[in-house]
Structure formats: structure tokens, C-alpha cells
């Protein structure tokens, strides 16, 4: 049974059964001190504003029953996957591979490469590692969602205007609908994030809706009724 968001540019009817969570990058190496978000020279509290409201909605879709995933962008020990470009790209007091207070920055198995307590994994929830920017790029995310008939995706990550965007865009391109909760992601620059979500909305929702956690509570609630 399908059942209405509030949403921007206008409301969407969803089916939650065809509907999975998707929470993008939300790791330590971005935002706690000490990982890859600052040492690029960022604030990562800026980061930390989602974690509340993206909280309260990971429980509401575990007790509603969706699917939810994960991902984690990062590399392997060798970096044999992490192209020169983006290793070596601007000057940041450490790069990706360096060691930081939390190992070797954005290398999967290391501390700062795992999620954020408040949002970890339980048992059954896939997580996806990643590459790149984008969620769908070198991964099994696609072969994932069409085995469970899955249409939309409610997407919640860091950062808006990156991680968030490029996944948002791919699956756009792949045929699925994106709802992007507004306050259940970030950035390190608030205008990059006000811009990245008008982006998704416009001509239309020319990428997708955008919606907030309250709005998505609503929904999952009445789910458990």
C-alpha cells in the first residue's frame, strides 16, 4: 500500500516495501577530529548536526521493516584502488593512506574508515564499501536493491553535496526515486549544502525529492500502526 510524503517539490506516494534507507559515509574518518574531513581543514562538527535526526530514523525504518544500507567510502590497504588523482589532489595535512589517530586515513579496516557508533550497523544490514564518490560505482548496490524489488530509496549521508549528490544521480540515471532527507545530511560548507539539496529539487525534481526527518517519521509511524 502506497502512502503520501511531505516532500519538495511536491509530496510522493511511496510503497515501503519497495523502499530502502540508505545512509552514506557516515564515518569517524569524516566526522570526528582526526580523520580525513580535517585533515582536509574542514569543521567536522558541521557534519555532526545530522546524526540526530538521521538517528531517529534509522530506528523508526528498523521497526517499520525496510532495508537499510550502509556504505563507507575508503580503500584498500595497497591503494590500488584509489586513483593518483584523488590521492594526490590540493594539500592537506594528510592524504589518504597516511597515518592518523584513528590508522591510516580513509583505509578500509582501520577505525577511522567505520561508521559512527550512534549510527552502526546491526546484523542484516549490508554494508557497502566504496571507492568512490558515488554509491554505485565498483559495488554490488544495484544487484542488491533489484533482488529485494526495491523503487525508492530514502537517501541520508555526508556530504550533501558530494557522496550524497553523486549517488542521488546515479540511481536517478538507474531508475529508482530519491527522497533526500535535508536535515539527516550535511556538509562542511552550509551554502554546498543548500545549493546541493536545491539541486536534487529542481525543474521538478529533476533528480529527486527532497523531504526531512520529520516528514519520514510520519510516514514510518503510521508503517507501524
Not at 83 to 95: L, N, W, Y
Not at 117 to 123: E, F, M, V
Request: aromatic letters at 4%; one cysteine or more; hydrophobic letters at 40%.
Amino acid at each position: 500500500m502506497k502512502t503520501l510524503m511531505e516532500a519538495e517539490p511536491e509530496p510522493i506516494a511511496v510503497e515501503l516495501d519497495r523502499t530502502a534507507l540508505i545512509i552514506i559515509d557516515m564515518q569517524r574518518d569524516f566526522l570526528e577530529p582526526g580523520g580525513f574531513g580535517e585533515a582536509l581543514g574542514n569543521d567536522v562538527k558541521r557534519l555532526q548536526a545530522a546524526v540526530e535526526p538521521l538517528k531517529a530514523v534509522l530506528a523508526a525504518a528498523r521497526a517499520a521493516g525496510l532495508m537499510v544500507i550502509h556504505t563507507r567510502e575508503g580503500h584498500r590497504p595497497d591503494l590500488s584502488d584509489a586513483p593518483p588523482a584523488k590521492v594526490e589532489r590540493g594539500a592537506p595535512s594528510a592524504r589518504i593512506g597516511d597515518p592518523g589517530p584513528m590508522g591510516r586515513i580513509l583505509i578500509r579496516g582501520e577505525p577511522g574508515h567505520d561508521i559512527v557508533p550512534a549510527l552502526y550497523p546491526i546484523d542484516g544490514e549490508p554494508v557497502i564499501d566504496k571507492p568512490g564518490k558515488g554509491a554505485f560505482y565498483q559495488t554490488d548496490l544495484e544487484s542488491m536493491l533489484r533482488h529485494r524489488g526495491i523503487e525508492n530509496l530514502i537517501v541520508t549521508g555526508v556530504t550533501t553535496e558530494v557522496c550524497v549528490n553523486t549517488t542521488v544521480r546515479e540511481a536517478n540515471d538507474r531508475g529508482y526515486r530519491c527522497i533526500v532527507l535535508g536535515d539527516c545530511c550535511a556538509s562542511y560548507f552550509p551554502e554546498f549544502h543548500e545549493m546541493g539539496l536545491k539541486m536534487i529539487k529542481a525543474q521538478g525534481g529533476i533528480f529527486g525529492w527532497v523531504s526531512d526527518s520529520a516528514s519520514a517519521l510520519a510516514v514510518l509511524s503510521r508503517a507501524r500502526a
